[in-house]
T-cell receptor
Framework: AQSVTQLGSHVSVSEGALVLLRCNYS??????LFWYVQYPNQGLQLLLKYTTGATLVKGINGFEAEFKKSETSFHLTKPSAHMSDAAEYFCAVSGFGSSNTGKLIFGQGTTLQVKP | NAGVTQTPKFQVLKTGQSMTLQCAQDMNHNSMYWYRQDPGMGLRLIYYSASEGTTDKGEVPNGYNVSRLNKREFSLRLESAAPSQTSVYFC??????????????????FGDGTRLSIL
């Protein structure tokens, strides 16, 4: 069965510092992977996705993520944090098989705090 | 540019009352989903509809029913609300599933949520 683990439910960085949000997945087939962001009182918005091809994926708002098959990881990074990046971030893997076809398997989420 | 629209945005109910959460999408997507979001638990799938006329249970379906009224609309009904159903509910839609394994490289598009409190 597929699963997603996000290491750290809360991450705090200073404005201008590197953002690193960790995501590890479990999947027996090559995965499709997604990062979503949720701002307060809003729905989830797609940041970026990995399907096939280039393992370094660029998304919106300066975020990028690297798919590392050997480490089963898909960590999200941004070189310089901005106050507006404060939000909750979700990693997800596409499900497959009889029980998960068409579904997304979400991690528990990581809340990013950006300090002035 | 509506995307996925959910109504209402907020609702307070008393235990035992019933209500229907509405969701509509204008992207011509076949697949639609209902999730609940609770602190520390991420998003949990309640029900899923792969196409008009079909629905499947997700991870936490107990206490809920759904109707895929047409391709655009997917409603969630609480027949007898309980305090444990206090949550934020999200509707989402996506393009068709692709891939031999049944997995999809298509993202889901989310509404802004319905904040439901049951007293």
């Amino acid at each position: 069965a597929q699963s997603v683990t996000q290491l750290g439910s809360h991450v705090s960085v200073s404005e201008g510092a590197l953002v690193l949000l960790r995501c590890n997945y479990s999947s027996s087939v090559p995965p499709y992977l997604f990062w979503y962001v949720q701002y307060p009182n809003q729905g989830l918005q797609l940041l970026l996705k990995y399907t096939t091809g280039a393992t370094l994926v660029k998304g919106i708002n300066g975020f990028e993520a690297e798919f590392k098959k050997s480490e089963t990881s898909f960590h999200l990074t941004k070189p310089s944090a901005h106050m507006s990046d404060a939000a909750e971030y979700f990693c997800a893997v596409s499900g497959f098989g009889s029980s998960n076809t068409g579904k997304l398997i979400f991690g528990q989420g990581t809340t990013l705090q950006v300090k002035p | 540019n509506a995307g996925v629209t959910q109504t209402p945005k907020f609702q307070v109910l008393k235990t035992g009352q019933s209500m229907t959460l509405q969701c509509a999408q204008d992207m011509n997507h076949n697949s639609m989903y209902w999730y609940r979001q609770d602190p520390g638990m991420g998003l949990r799938l309640i029900y899923y509809s792969a196409s008009e006329g079909t629905t499947d249970k997700g991870e936490v379906p107990n206490g809920y029913n759904v109707s895929r009224l047409n391709k655009r609309e997917f409603s969630l009904r609480l027949e007898s609300a309980a305090p444990s159903q206090t949550s934020v509910y999200f509707c989402a839609s996506s393009e068709d599933v692709v891939g031999a394994a049944g997995d999809s490289n298509q993202p889901q598009h989310f509404g802004d949520g319905t904040r439901l409190s049951i007293l």
